[in-house]
């Protein structure tokens, strides 16, 4: 007697491939086959890109074969050329092959948008309690937990960023430049550059290797909103900003987050964005539906629907142009020197914003503890974020009412 499961795999293995469809999509899809896996990994895909594309692997390639092995690694290696989220851009190409640039968006808009539902759905809950004294106590333990996380996502990021001399020079410059106050995408732009220049062959590259590079700093070399828009539409153009220039991990979202909600426009509190940081990790999907949380924190539902479309549309039209110069950008050793320099770039950023938001979380013996021990259980045990957030919210509870 076969399962739910047996039949899926044996419907999918008599699936033909459509017409447009390359050689490297072994089986082919049906429209409810692709919306419905990516809909169930919106729900149940937690632990960040790198447990996200573990599951599309097995899911996509091993057990549907709509993608080769093959395929699916060059996709991986491709998105890091790409501004957006990785694990959704991921979604979006695989839709792609199976259903060209329909399927890009049935395929992302079933991942995104149950993810970013759950969020919304826990943010207003949030919103609602947050003037319990109970809240305060839970977010006074959870936030240190939250900065070990973001730490070590850091130091996991480390080796391959910084790899070899070059690439280190450009992380300590791009830290520096980022705790002297300079622009975070001065700072990733200048990163780029330095990539190019530094692993060079001293030639004129051919094709638009270096454009497709540097084209996501042209809307961020744009006038900035003045201080006083309305508030939705100063989401919509930051959102977009964001969405069209952040590279690497999802945690560089804080550092935009910091530097312009926060330091710039003074929309949030750094309290307000670790607690927009948390309700983003303790939800499915990708980290960017932390977007979700501070629209709706800021703007009610207005601002949520309008700070998710804004910072995942760009990642929708880039999927779509990659899908058809996928060859040119694996071939691009342009597109891989810029790529070195601004991983290394992003890398530096990032940790500049970690220490500046440490420094504002840990401002006690207690607050430094609970860091501690969240970095020791994520370097020692299982434990993930997810289970970590919880542990040190009622440690936080616990220390308050104790009088700690």
């Given at each position: 007697m076969t399962g739910p499961e047996d039949r899926g795999e044996a419907e999918a293995a008599t699936a033909a491939p459509q017409p447009f469809q390359p050689d490297y999509a072994e089986r082919g899809a049906t429209w409810p086959?692709?919306?419905?896996?990516?809909?169930?990994?919106?729900?149940?895909?937690?632990?960040?890109?790198?447990?996200?594309i573990a599951m599309m692997d097995r899911e996509v390639v091993e057990r549907r074969r709509w993608v080769s092995r093959e395929h699916f690694l060059d996709l991986i290696a491709a998105t890091n050329l790409l501004p957006g989220p990785n694990s959704t851009q991921m979604t979006m190409h695989i839709g792609y092959v199976q259903r060209g640039n329909a399927g890009v968006w049935a395929a992302g808009m079933g991942f995104m948008l149950p993810a970013a539902a759950i969020t919304l759905a826990v943010t207003w809950a949030y919103a609602e309690l947050r003037d319990l004294d109970v809240v305060d106590a839970v977010f006074y333990g959870i936030q240190p937990v939250v900065v070990a996380v973001i730490g070590l996502a850091i130091a996991r990021l480390a080796p391959t960023a910084a790899d070899d001399a070059r690439t280190r020079g450009v992380f300590v410059a791009a830290l520096a430049l980022a705790w002297l106050g300079l622009n975070e995408l001065a700072v990733l732009a200048l990163g780029a550059l330095a990539g190019g220049v530094l692993y060079a062959a001293w030639r004129r590259p051919r094709g638009g290797g270096l454009l497709l590079g540097a084209s996501p700093w042209l809307l961020g070399a744009a006038p900035q909103p003045s201080a006083d828009p309305e508030t939705v539409g100063q989401l919509a153009w930051l959102f977009l900003k964001f969405g069209v220039t952040l590279f690497g991990s999802g945690y560089l979202l804080v550092a935009y987050l910091q530097a312009d909600l926060v330091e710039r426009y003074g929309l949030l509190s750094t309290a307000q964005l670790i607690e927009a940081v948390v309700i983003g990790e303790m939800t499915p999907g990708p980290l960017f539906t932390t977007s979700t949380?501070?629209?709706?924190?800021?703007?009610?539902l207005p601002g949520a629907v309008v700070a998710t479309l804004a910072i995942f549309t760009p990642s929708f039209l880039l999927a779509m142009l990659l899908g058809r110069i996928m060859p040119a950008v694996k071939r691009s050793a342009t597109a891989g020197k810029v790529l070195r320099g601004l991983t290394a770039a992003v890398l530096g950023v990032m940790l500049a914003v970690a220490v500046e938001i440490g420094l504002r979380v840990i401002?006690?013996?207690?607050?430094?503890?609970?860091?501690?021990?969240?970095?020791?259980?994520?370097?020692?045990?299982?434990?993930?974020?997810v289970a970590l957030i919880p542990l040190g919210g009622l440690a936080g509870y616990l220390l308050v009412a104790l009088g700690a």
């Amino acid at each position: 007697m076969t399962g739910p499961e047996d039949r899926g795999e044996a419907e999918a293995a008599t699936a033909a491939p459509q017409p447009f469809q390359p050689d490297y999509a072994e089986r082919g899809a049906t429209w409810p086959e692709l919306v419905g896996l990516f809909a169930k990994l919106g729900v149940v895909a937690f632990g960040g890109p790198v447990a996200h594309i573990a599951m599309m692997d097995r899911e996509v390639v091993e057990r549907r074969r709509w993608v080769s092995r093959e395929h699916f690694l060059d996709l991986i290696a491709a998105t890091n050329l790409l501004p957006g989220p990785n694990s959704t851009q991921m979604t979006m190409h695989i839709g792609y092959v199976q259903r060209g640039n329909a399927g890009v968006w049935a395929a992302g808009m079933g991942f995104m948008l149950p993810a970013a539902a759950i969020t919304l759905a826990v943010t207003w809950a949030y919103a609602e309690l947050r003037d319990l004294d109970v809240v305060d106590a839970v977010f006074y333990g959870i936030q240190p937990v939250v900065v070990a996380v973001i730490g070590l996502a850091i130091a996991r990021l480390a080796p391959t960023a910084a790899d070899d001399a070059r690439t280190r020079g450009v992380f300590v410059a791009a830290l520096a430049l980022a705790w002297l106050g300079l622009n975070e995408l001065a700072v990733l732009a200048l990163g780029a550059l330095a990539g190019g220049v530094l692993y060079a062959a001293w030639r004129r590259p051919r094709g638009g290797g270096l454009l497709l590079g540097a084209s996501p700093w042209l809307l961020g070399a744009a006038p900035q909103p003045s201080a006083d828009p309305e508030t939705v539409g100063q989401l919509a153009w930051l959102f977009l900003k964001f969405g069209v220039t952040l590279f690497g991990s999802g945690y560089l979202l804080v550092a935009y987050l910091q530097a312009d909600l926060v330091e710039r426009y003074g929309l949030l509190s750094t309290a307000q964005l670790i607690e927009a940081v948390v309700i983003g990790e303790m939800t499915p999907g990708p980290l960017f539906t932390t977007s979700t949380a501070v629209g709706y924190l800021l703007g009610g539902l207005p601002g949520a629907v309008v700070a998710t479309l804004a910072i995942f549309t760009p990642s929708f039209l880039l999927a779509m142009l990659l899908g058809r110069i996928m060859p040119a950008v694996k071939r691009s050793a342009t597109a891989g020197k810029v790529l070195r320099g601004l991983t290394a770039a992003v890398l530096g950023v990032m940790l500049a914003v970690a220490v500046e938001i440490g420094l504002r979380v840990i401002v006690d013996v207690p607050t430094a503890l609970l860091a501690a021990a969240a970095l020791l259980a994520l370097l020692r045990t299982r434990l993930g974020a997810v289970a970590l957030i919880p542990l040190g919210g009622l440690a936080g509870y616990l220390l308050v009412a104790l009088g700690a």
